[in-house]
């Protein structure tokens, strides 16, 4: 009865009316769906969501992929059972923590094995230290000190193929800092600051790798504020990071933005003459970074005049070169243009000959009549 009732509302409706007529099709969706439930069983009507064919009641049970994924799944829930066990016995031993590590190779999300990862160093590292009327913090003696420093080192390597697999799991990462907080803790600072620096030159590479991950940059500046305290107790007269990590982040943005200009210039080769002009305002955001004098906008606000020179002439070579067959494309002499007078507001010269410029300017004068007075203007600054 439903049915008929619904069948009934679709009657006589508008097919210029968009929203209405997708009420029809819902509604015919529908009427589909009742038939198929009706026909063929509830479990069936899977079969056709999305318009993806499924397949309906039960998998198959047998096989040897099955069997094996059986296997893990038996495996991985008994790992999970024995070292919780363990670790609620209070059982300390390094074969739960081999236990821990082959769990978290399995599944590094499960961040309670994390947990008990730290519960289990903690005490392997009490073990060395000194009785209650001492220093509780660090190793009674040498041998104590190459353990927990070797307990930690250990634990940071067996990171890495992890961090290699699961680059943005956060467990991962929380669990490593907390390692190297140890270190800061447990050892001396001399040894401490030997682990972070290394640790230091190990997100060094992550940047390179990808320099827009803003993860990898935070973790960066917690790892230089830690280097600059364990630098001063270690030499109280030792200077800061700041020059140094201020030039490494210049170098990064510099080198960001060439594969920025590379990435820019790939596209606009694919159609420089597109209707689509916002890679030409992209372009033209890029290039106002070269500008003379300093800028609140700009990336890179304390370029020297020699790299803006060197970045204006790599740019006008590739539009030179993207101007070979694309001779109608307005946007190619405009760019040009206002390189070269870049170039020669910072250098006093003009970067290219100026027979180049005048036809330049006279190909834009025919591609763009209705800025002709623009034009002028543009020519008459090459005449001063």
Request: charged fraction near 30%.
């Amino acid at each position: 009865m439903d049915s008929l009732r619904m069948n009934e509302s679709v009657k006589g409706y508008n097919e210029d009316d968009p929203d209405r007529l997708m009420e029809v099709r819902r509604m015919r969706y529908l009427l589909f769906l009742c038939a198929c439930d009706l026909s063929q069983g509830k479990n069936n009507v899977d079969a056709i969501q999305h318009g993806i064919p499924r397949v309906s009641g039960q998998k198959a049970t047998a096989g040897p992929d099955y069997e094996k994924e059986l296997r893990k799944i038996e495996h991985y829930r008994a790992l999970v059972d024995t070292v919780n066990a363990k670790m609620l016995g209070c059982e300390y031993t390094n074969e739960v923590l081999h236990l821990t590590t082959e769990l978290l190779e399995l599944n590094p999300e499960y961040y309670t094995i994390w947990n008990h990862r730290r519960r289990l160093l903690r005490a392997f590292f009490l073990e060395k230290f000194r009785s209650e009327d001492h220093d509780e913090r660090r190793p009674d003696d040498a041998s104590g000190s190459d353990a927990v420093r070797r307990y930690i080192l250990d634990d940071l390597a067996f990171l890495l193929p992890l961090l290699r697999k699961f680059p943005k799991c956060y467990w991962i990462w929380n669990y490593r800092l907390w390692l190297l907080d140890e270190a800061s803790l447990r050892l001396l600072p001399v040894s401490a600051y030997e682990i972070w620096q290394k640790e230091l030159s190990l997100v060094g590479k992550m940047l390179t790798l990808d320099s827009r991950n803003f993860h990898g940059w935070g973790y960066r500046r917690k790892v230089v504020s830690t280097l600059e305290k364990l630098s001063k107790a270690t030499n109280p007269s030792s200077g800061s990071m700041t020059e140094v990590e201020f030039n490494y982040t210049t170098k990064m943005i510099e080198n960001n933005l060439s594969k920025e200009f590379e990435l820019v210039q790939r596209a606009l080769w694919a159609d420089p003459d597109s209707k689509d002009q916002s890679l030409w305002f992209y372009h033209q955001y890029l290039i106002s970074n070269f500008e003379p004098g300093p800028s609140k906008d700009s990336i890179l606000p304390d370029l020297s005049v020699k790299a803006k020179l060197s970045y204006i002439r790599a740019q006008i070579t590739d539009l030179q070169d993207m101007l070979e067959g694309a001779e109608t494309c307005k946007w190619i002499y405009q760019r040009l243009l206002d390189l070269a007078l870049m170039s020669k507001t910072l250098s006093g010269d003009w970067p290219i000959p100026s027979s180049d410029l005048e036809s330049w300017i006279a190909n834009l004068a025919e591609l763009d009549p209705l800025r002709k007075g623009r034009w002028d203007d543009l020519r008459s600054q090459m005449d001063r």
